[in-house]
């Protein structure tokens, strides 16, 4: 059989055929062959509908098989996949509707008011939009996933087939998935690694278990119930399970034979308590980010000989430091992150600017033509290969594995009127990474803090709400006028 070249190929392997179990939620279980009837029958719905090859197609749907079916669907009929994290607001929902210029949404009655005329109440709904501008997407273009930008507003990482269908063929090989694996699915379809479990299970005919959790106990028992043989997460799930669920020093998780990360770095006191839960489960560390999706991963022998470290390069990819003057780093040196391979994406949707700061000519060999993945992370690497993070070169915040935005968290705190001036920083945290504190100066006599937060839940999702606000008299600046954030970590770390 011919390796796939399109997302849908992928439907078409044995497994596909057959009537093994593809999907389980709940109580609700899929087969493969039932998936590929589930996805011919909504291509045909968006076929009716007027949706053609190229268009973009969102997708606003709790974690279900329904929004699994709408990926592959969309996939079909030759349309981008533009899922959408069912936990942002109208505002941002609104914004990334308008911004990739989407022509249909996918979604149902409890995420999106049905439209006023018609439309029935099959399930999931199709909306038609109307989009402001019509842009052709670029030749291959499968997938345009929304990530915060460090500016304001998400912007979209647009993703081929070949990136998405390179991501499945190379984490499948060093994580050895096959069909007998039971994967937990607990990463939302809108992060590049939670749509990386869906493509992967289904290339190797694998069984997906989908699981919204609020309690680490939960988890630990779907692992059990289900018997779990791989589990992904952020660094939170791992905090959540090693310091709040109870269940996992008793419950019986031998089935568990891989548990991987990505999303920030795991703290070495959290992963020590893992294998000491789970000493039958290989622990696989992974560095990545949305546009080139992963980058490096460390083999659960290094874990004790190199601790804190990112890894090494992922099969078929080449990770290197390039220091300031655009000479490759020495071992020791540090330098900025850069990636080569399949999976370094085709950049910003709409954003050629943007798009030319993060992929740039290798600056080993600029003539070759040959675009590589700048991730503005400063590493060292060392004299095995194998890379250490040092910090960010820009301001972006990740926090409980996503990516914030301060300006954004910023522009919302200033919009309830509460502050003449706010500043949003990450403050290291072991379970979140980064945690979101935001110092303002008060505009007089307006709402307290807890007010000031309860307001801007109602405009920013979970992730993005700051912990704290903490009120000063007046933020520093550096000479220039600008508001010194290097500052304001560096005086709030000593007692983080």
């Known amino acids: 059989m011919p390796a796939p070249a399109l997302l849908p190929d992928l439907l078409d392997g044995p497994a596909c055929a057959s009537e093994r179990i593809a999907l389980v939620s709940g109580d609700e279980r899929l087969s493969y062959g039932g998936l590929r009837a589930e996805v011919e029958r909504l291509a045909r719905r968006l076929r009716e509908d007027g949706a053609e090859p190229g268009d973009r197609i969102a997708i606003l749907l709790p974690k279900s098989i329904a929004e699994c079916v709408a990926i592959f669907a969309i996939s079909r009929v030759g349309a981008v996949v533009v899922p959408i994290h069912p936990s942002l607001r109208p505002r941002q929902v609104r914004h ?240 900025i992150l850069h990636h080569r391979g399949p999976t370094v994406s085709l950049g910003y949707w709409n954003r050629p600017e943007d798009t030319a700061r993060v992929l740039v000519p290798d600056p080993r060999f600029p003539q070759d033509g040959t675009l590589v993945c700048r991730s503005g992370d400063l590493v060292v690497e060392d004299e095995g290969g194998y890379f250490r993070f040092l910090g960010r070169e820009d301001a972006m915040i990740k926090s409980a594995g996503f990516r914030v935005s301060p300006t954004e968290v910023e522009e919302a705190l200033m919009e309830t009127g509460a502050f003449r001036a706010v500043a949003v920083i990450g403050l290291a945290d072991p379970g979140l990474g980064q945690r979101i504190h935001a110092v303002a100066v008060p505009a007089g006599s307006g709402p307290a803090p807890d007010e000031v937060l309860q307001a801007v839940r109602r405009t920013l999702p979970p992730h993005m709400v700051p912990r704290a606000v903490e009120t000063v008299p007046a933020l520093p600046t550096t000479p220039n006028g600008k508001v010194d954030y290097k500052r304001l970590v560096a005086e709030r770390t000593s007692y983080v």
């Open 96 to 335: 990334i509707l308008a911004d990739c210029g989407a022509r249909f949404l996918v979604t149902d009655a409890t995420l999106y008011p049905p439209p006023a005329e018609g439309g029935g109440l099959a399930h999931p709904l199709i909306v038609r939009l109307a989009p402001d501008t019509v842009t052709a997407p670029p030749p291959g273009l499968a997938a345009i996933l929304y990530t915060s930008g460090s500016t304001g507003l998400p912007k979209g990482v647009m993703l081929s087939h070949a990136n998405l269908l390179a991501g499945t063929r190379i984490v499948r090989s060093y994580l050895a998935i096959a069909l007998e694996d039971r994967i937990l699915s607990v990463l939302p379809f809108s992060f590049d690694y939670g749509l990386n479990q869906l493509l992967t299970s289904v290339e190797q005919g694998a069984c997906l278990v989908l699981l919204e959790f609020r309690f680490g106990d939960e988890v630990v028992r779907a692992v059990e119930h289900h018997r779990i043989t791989v589990l992904a997460g952020v660094p939170t799930l791992w905090t959540l399970l090693t310091r709040a669920a109870p269940r996992l020093g008793k419950a019986d998780l031998s089935c568990l034979r891989i548990l991987t990360n990505s999303g920030g770095a795991v703290p070495q006191e959290t992963v020590a308590r893992l294998r000491r839960a789970l000493p039958h489960t290989d622990i696989v560390l992974m560095y990545g980010l949305t546009e080139a999706f992963r980058s490096t991963y460390l083999p659960p022998g290094e874990i004790d000989v190199r601790p804190g470290s990112m890894g090494r390069a992922i099969p078929e990819t080449e990770i290197f430091a390039v220091d300031a003057d655009g000479r490759r780093t020495r071992p020791g040196e540090p330098g």
